[in-house]
């Protein structure tokens, strides 16, 4: 059940969120005592306007704000694409920027998209793998797999891998390089689609002073 | 073995929750039927190629099976289609407007979750057979009102009229595909998807604001004054007065707080033709309830008749309205039977509820049974 008075926030856990507290700070929200070593898992902050924030894993964000238990999320393109959960997507924030990729051990680089065909893929995305696959019209075994997926080629149990990439450190690592770039993954600010109607007089001034920050920030940049 | 589980997606309705469904159904049949709408039951499943009327939005949906001919049957999704279908077989003749309404399980293969399942019900209304913004605000100013009168307080009912959107939209230089997606992307509101989209996109520039600022259009009638490009394209524009007519209706019947214009909303149904609408709450992470007017479906069955109505999903009211309090019960005890039967009907014709103790226990039993249940009283013919 959503609180009628608090807008209530969803924050990824990890190394998005640095850069969120800095953009909420811009935005003129409260964040004191919000900082990634901290322990609790819920901040409460009375007053206007009235603001509750949620420090979770950023694979459950989109969970919360779906159902409801959060009315705006923080969170990775990558977990969205993967989860394909009912939300809102606002506003494309830029930073904490990788890519989706599939990548094969290095002796194999000279490989063709069409040679992956009915070949095995160990993933943590599934979903994006599989819809990868499908829309180039190639069928793969999909192993999904929690973590160390470059380990499932080095040990045989898959050809290839879909991973994120961010500096590509991890590949080079484990000897594999990136074959094809499948999608960007940037942090965006997600929305219950119920909040965003009911809470409206709320959140929109919210998302535009983040839109205009953002764009800023872009000018910036440049 | 499977002989104590139900399939997946599926539940049972305990009393309480089974009594809190008929609370909801007798007030919705009881406010629509003062305002001339009558029931309509069709049947649970149809021939599919009944249910394909309805477009392909839920095809993926569909629980479908075989009769032993070889035909393809589909269990209903949605009700609408089935009222199409009803209407153009056997109301060609009546007199228009028809005002209908019904209360009826539905299916969908969807993945479960919490106010989510694969049968659910709905409780709606249908009038066929009008056009024009009167009709239109007679079913919303209604979808309100039952909304108020099973308690809710905090819910808004979304506002828009698809014409706006989809004349905007034929008049870009799009192919279909492209039309579609970008339809996808504002039902969604994946604002971001949706600008890249538009960049890529041969389409002009004002127009492209325009489609751009149309799923963050939320307000009052003010909101409309937001998309000045509108006034180019004969058909949106027409749509707009069309919406504004409706607006102002439903600032006559008194509805219009719960009321707000919201551009974003498409519907995901392929029928709709005009103003269409949907209902929240902001106890609930979900919507309440959806409808607008679906001009063209009723041709789809031989019957060119413009129809409009709403459904509302029961189990979700049900979440937010929660348990309705408990009434007072009279448990009645003795020993003569025949004065017991007697004396329960006496006070049953006054309207208390009354159940009769079968077993036949004494005074003293029966006292402490009352002290384990709620809400009962007891009533214990003695002797004399």
Request: proline fraction near 4%.
């Amino acid at each position: 059940m959503m609180s009628q008075e608090y807008l209530t926030i969803a924050l990824s856990k990890g190394t998005l969120l640095t850069p969120t507290l800095e953009l909420l700070t811009q935005a003129g929200l409260p964040v004191e005592g919000i900082h990634k070593d901290s322990r609790s898992m819920i901040f409460s902050f009375p007053g206007e306007p009235a603001i509750k924030y949620i420090i979770c894993r950023p694979t459950d964000v989109p969970a919360y704000v779906e159902h409801g238990a959060a009315d705006l999320g923080f969170v990775g393109k990558d977990v969205i694409a993967e989860q394909g959960r009912d939300v809102f997507e606002m506003v494309d924030l830029g930073y904490g920027g990788c890519h989706f990729a599939v990548a094969v051990p290095k002796e194999q680089e000279n490989l063709t998209l069409k040679e992956l065909n009915y070949r095995r893929v160990a993933t943590k995305f599934p979903v994006v793998a599989e819809r990868f696959f499908r829309e180039k019209g190639l069928q793969v075994e999909i192993i999904t797999l929690h973590g160390n997926i470059e380990l499932a080629p080095l040990m045989g149990l898959a050809d290839m891998i879909v991973d994120i990439v961010s500096s590509g450190r991890t590949l080079r690592e484990n000897n594999m390089v990136e074959l094809v770039h499948i999608m960007e993954s940037t942090t965006r600010l997600i929305c219950n689609r119920v909040s965003y109607r009911t809470k409206h007089e709320q959140i929109q001034p919210l998302i535009e002073k983040i839109q205009a920050l953002v764009k800023g920030g872009e000018k910036n940049a440049n | 073995m499977r002989s104590r589980e139900i399939p997946k997606g599926l539940r049972d309705l305990l009393p309480d929750e089974a009594k809190n469904r008929r609370n909801i159904e007798n007030k919705a049949a009881q406010l629509f039927h003062s305002f001339g709408y009558d029931e309509v039951v069709t049947p649970t499943f149809e021939f599919m190629d009944v249910i394909e009327k309805g477009g392909s939005t839920l095809r993926d949906k569909l629980f479908l099976f075989m009769d032993r001919e070889g035909g393809i049957l589909s269990l209903r999704p949605e009700m609408t289609v089935s009222i199409a279908r009803l209407a153009a077989t056997h109301l060609q003749d009546e007199p228009m407007p028809q005002r209908l309404f019904y209360s009826a399980n539905v299916f969908r293969h969807v993945q479960p979750q919490m106010a989510q399942y694969r049968e659910f019900w709905q409780l709606g209304i249908e009038m066929l057979g009008a056009s024009g913004a009167w009709a239109d605000a007679e079913v919303i100013s209604l979808a309100v009102m039952t909304l108020k009168e099973l308690g809710l307080e905090h819910f808004k009912v979304s506002l828009n009229q698809v014409g706006i959107f989809n004349s905007l939209l034929a008049e870009s230089s799009t192919n279909p595909n492209e039309r579609e997606q970008i339809r996808n992307l504002v039902e969604r509101k994946d604002l971001v998807e949706l600008s890249r989209l538009l960049e890529r996109l041969p389409i002009h520039d004002d127009l492209k604001e325009t489609i751009a600022r149309l799923p963050v259009l939320h307000g009052d009638m003010e909101v409309l004054n937001q998309i000045p490009y509108v006034e180019n394209n004969r058909a949106a524009s027409q749509a707009v007065e069309e919406l504004i007519k409706v607006y102002e209706a439903l600032q006559i019947y008194g509805v219009s707080d719960h009321v707000v214009i919201d551009m974003g909303v498409l519907r995901g149904l392929d029928y709709y033709t005009g103003v269409v609408f949907e209902g929240y709450s902001p106890e609930l992470g979900y919507g309440l309830l959806g409808g607008g007017r679906y001009d063209n479906l009723l041709s789809q069955f031989g019957y060119d008749c413009p129809a409009t109505g709403f459904a509302i999903g029961m189990d979700r009211l049900a979440l937010v309205l929660g348990q309705q309090e408990q009434e007072q019960r009279y448990l009645l005890g003795g020993k003569n039977l025949e004065k017991m039967v007697r004396e329960a009907s006496k006070l049953r014709d006054k309207g208390i509820i009354v159940e009769i103790d079968i077993e036949g226990n004494s005074q003293e039993v029966l006292e402490q049974k009352i002290k384990e249940k709620t809400g009962y009283s007891l009533l214990y013919l003695g002797n004399e």
